[in-house]
């Protein structure tokens, strides 16, 4: 067993199940039949029986012995170069005298056709050498003489020279029937074509909207890219419909195509992968790299069955991820399982509905793309949807714990209080009662500035909470201070949350002692912040931080701006309590 076909198996041992098809291995067509050739009924026949002989210098390939059945050949390299093809038709009827009737299709670089023993056409000139073979045309339709279509059977030939390409792939792809629908089919698939790429063009600019107003959220820039890859991947492979092209182009289709699909087999699996947040990304994301790279490896310069394989591959390690969704009940994993299988479905229905023919082929690859993009466009603003119905109803709880903290707040026992401490002050120290008047309309001026914004400098939520602790100095006769440690510049939170924290402290901490420290700590990485509370109220025989009115407001502000990118954790520490937030973007 050589290296090659080990490398093979070992490819195909990885393959185990193979599933989904969105790339270039698709192709057929229910236009196209291999019944016998009944001309005027408006239909295009595939001829797909050939058989293959060698070139022994003959002009006149009908005299040439030693033909092969095609698909019994096991190494067509053997014939690589210049050699004949042959094949059977079986005309039923006469054909109606007003239609014209051709021939189309791709073999090599170089060919000629003959209608039993008649030239009817050439494309480029065949050689047996590389320097004097000059390339046809890669869609070339042939208009076929009246006079050579009779009932009966015919026999076509064709002198095949392919110096010119890479591949040694020699099994042509030709279609026989009414000429004007033959250019009727290729005006449909520039129409499909283009109705797919406007489709992936919408996409990507919602996308694009999505990515940027998400907080950038990674699964909406890979379902962009794969967009952004099916519009290349389509240009490459039917470039032909729109423009003439040498069949020398298939040799850059053969070198761009697969690298194409080695970025969809990629990114493929991880819009689903970032799409439900899944844990273990890592080590999914380099399995996933890791076999598309050894498929790629292995079977480079085999365009169709590295397509499938790798293809099948990718969508096997999505299928096995939207599994692992589900298992983690992440929202919207059992929609997308059904339909990841009715794409599957889809696709293999269109492929038992035509012939593998290469040139022609296309529509379950469309319908498969049209049907994945519309898809998962639904689940996206489903998702978007539901999105914005729980910010609304968090939005509404926060307005509704915001209105019950400032009643709180502003209570008329905590301004009678207030008052009756300032009336204190005024006869016993006047100084300190202005200070106390002060602290007091430095609190509300900020509270009615702050809120109604959704995120503040954090500089100004220390100020309220220094303004706040100052009042209750006053108040209680007693010393409450609050520290810094950390970079405070372009720190943003929700307003009025630490002022909540301070309060839970000093209502359930410091109830009866006069004095007492909190610490605020700031940590900054990229793309998280975390900030530590920490207060010395260690005698505290009740929790200080509990899940009344006070918390249910900074969760549901934490909701609103940060979705479920924020943790909170409060516990008793050594020396006091603690409260943590981080927060991610």
């Not at 919408?202 to 940027?212: E, H, K, S």
């Amino acid at each position: 067993m050589n290296i090659v076909t080990k490398r093979k198996n070992f490819a195909n041992v990885l393959l185990i199940v193979f599933f989904f098809n969105v790339g270039t291995v698709i192709n057929h067509s229910k236009d196209f039949r291999s019944d016998p050739i009944v001309f005027g009924k408006g239909l295009l026949t595939y001829l797909k029986t050939w058989q293959i002989s060698e070139y022994n210098g003959s002009t006149e390939p009908w005299k040439v012995n030693g033909w092969k059945d095609l698909d019994s050949v096991n190494d067509k390299t053997d014939y690589a170069g210049i050699f004949y093809l042959k094949t059977l038709i079986n005309i039923e009827k006469n054909p109606d005298q007003e239609r014209f009737f051709g021939i189309c299709g791709v073999v090599g670089a170089a060919y000629e056709i003959f209608w039993d023993s008649t030239l009817i056409a050439q494309n480029g000139t065949p050689s047996k050498n590389y320097s004097n073979e000059q390339s046809g045309l890669f869609f070339n339709p042939i208009v076929i003489d009246r006079v050579l279509i009779t009932p009966g059977r015919h026999t076509i030939f064709i002198k095949v020279s392919n110096h010119q390409l890479d591949d040694t792939e020699i099994k042509p792809d030709f279609f026989i029937g009414d000429h004007n629908h033959l250019l009727s089919t290729i005006y449909k698939r520039q129409t499909n074509i283009l109705f797919l790429i406007g489709i992936c063009f919408i996409t990507i600019i919602l996308n694009l909207f999505m990515f940027y107003y998400s907080g950038k959220r990674l699964h909406y820039l890979f379902f962009l890219s794969l967009c952004v890859l099916i519009i290349i991947g389509l240009g490459i492979r039917f470039h032909w419909v729109f423009n003439e092209v040498t069949l020398i182009y298939s040799n850059f289709a053969n070198v761009a195509l697969p690298i194409n699909i080695l970025l969809i087999s990629v990114i493929f699996p991880l819009f689903f992968i970032f799409y439900f947040d899944l844990p273990r990304k890592k080590m999914i994301i380099t399995g996933n790299f890791l076999s598309s790279l050894i498929l790629f490896l292995i079977y480079y310069g085999q365009t169709r069955e590295y397509s499938l394989f790798s293809l099948l591959t990718s969508s096997l390690i999505s299928i096995m991820s939207i599994i692992y969704a589900i298992k983690l009940k992440r929202s919207g994993s059992l929609t997308s399982l059904i339909g990841i299988i009715l794409i599957i479905i889809i696709a293999i229905l269109f492929e038992k509905s035509g012939s593998n023919q290469q040139i022609m082929g296309g529509k379950g690859l469309i319908y498969s793309i049209i049907f994945f993009i519309a898809f998962f466009n639904f689940s996206i603003a489903r998702e978007f949807s539901k999105k914005e119905k729980l910010l609304r109803e968090i939005e509404l709880k926060s307005i509704s714990l915001e209105n019950e903290l400032l009643r709180k707040q502003i209570q008329p026992h905590f301004l009678m209080n207030s008052l009756n401490s300032i009336i204190v002050w005024l006869k016993r120290n006047p100084p300190s009662a202005v200070k106390l008047i002060e602290a007091l309309a430095d609190e509300f001026r900020i509270i009615s500035t702050v809120s109604n914004q959704k995120l503040i400098p954090i500089e100004q939520e220390i100020f309220l909470c220094e303004s706040h602790l100052r009042i209750m100095s006053l108040r209680r006769d007693a010393s409450f201070k609050l520290e810094t440690r950390g970079d405070t510049k372009e720190f943003f939170i929700p307003p009025m949350v630490l002022l909540t924290l301070v309060e839970n402290g000093l209502t359930h901490g410091y109830e009866n002692k006069n004095e007492g420290t909190f610490v605020l700590t700031i940590y900054k990485q990229p793309g998280k912040n975390k900030i530590i509370l920490f207060n010395d109220s260690s005698d505290s025989t009740e929790p200080i931080y509990g899940d009344g009115t006070g918390m249910k407001y900074i969760k549901a502000r934490l909701d609103q701006n940060f979705e479920n990118k924020w943790s909170l954790d409060c516990k008793r520490v050594e020396g006091g309590w603690q409260a943590s937030i981080e927060l991610n973007y």
